[in-house]
Antibody, heavy 119, light 110 residues
Framework: QVQLVSSGAEVKKPGASVKVSCKAS????????VHWVRQAPGQGFEWMGV????????TYAQKFQGRVTVTWDTSSNTVYMELSSLRSEDTAVYYC????????????WGQGTLVTVSS | QSALTQPRSVSGSPGQSVTISCTGT?????????VSWYQQHPGKAPKLMIY???KRPSGVPDRFSGSKSGSSASLTISGLQAEDEADYYC??????????FGGGTKLTVL
């Protein structure tokens, strides 16, 4: 089982960027993908992107291409998701979730990070 | 990719059974046996309840079961308990990852 611990809540102004972290522990990372999924208040889930911890390759949802960057710091076992050019519609809880190679479901989730975009 | 279709809400009394549907297309639900279901209590992170259409992770009660027919998947909860009251979301593999979600179903235990 993978433990994922997310960073704390953030408040940002429109146009700014936010960088959310997700510290992973509990398993070998060579066969792990970490996804980012967000949930706006009272809404469902929206998949944003994924990073393969074996090699660092990324895939992003078309909607967020050019605005989102997911990175992996091997020294601290932490995955980062940076979202730029924030607007009010980006107000949401941002979750990281783990998927093992060869499987197609989210095993474990971080507790989520609330990002509020407000002037 | 369009979201999968789920009923907005379902309800049942303790001890009864309820079924939540998740309808997609041949490009997602209908094309692969990789539908998963997640339970989310208010203010909490989602929890995996069913994966690969009908498999249960360890620790999930066998009251929870999943199935699929064509482009529709279903989650059935039998012997409803008060703690089952939550939101439920389906997700389907769509040629790359599990990245197409349903809109969510609010389960109320009467």
């Amino acid at each position: 089982q993978v433990q994922l611990v997310s960073s704390g809540a953030e408040v940002k102004k429109p146009g700014a960027s936010v960088k959310v972290s997700c510290k992973a522990s509990g398993y070998t990372f060579t066969s792990l993908y970490v996804h980012w999924v967000r949930q706006a208040p009272g809404q469902g889930f929206e998949w944003m992107g994924v990073i393969n911890l074996s090699g660092g390759s990324t895939t992003y949802a078309q909607k967020f291409q050019g605005r989102v960057t997911v990175t992996w710091d091997t020294s601290s076992n932490t995955v980062y998701m940076e979202l730029s050019s924030l607007r009010s519609e980006d107000t949401a809880v941002y979750y990281c979730a783990s998927v093992f190679s060869g499987t197609y479901y989210f095993d474990d989730w971080g507790q989520g990070t609330l990002v509020t975009v407000s002037s | 990719q369009s979201a999968l279709t789920q009923p907005r809400s379902v309800s049942g009394s303790p001890g009864q059974s309820v079924t939540i549907s998740c309808t997609g297309t041949s490009s997602d639900v209908g094309g692969y046996n990789y539908v998963s279901w997640y339970q989310q209590h208010p203010g909490k992170a989602p929890k995996l309840m069913i994966y690969d259409v009908s498999k249960r992770p360890s620790g999930v009660p066998d009251r929870f079961s999943g199935s699929k027919s064509g482009s529709s998947a279903s989650l059935t909860i039998s012997g409803l308990q008060a703690e089952d009251e939550a939101d439920y979301y389906c997700c389907s593999y769509a040629g790359n990852f599990c990245r197409v979600f349903g809109g969510g179903t609010k389960l109320t235990v009467l």
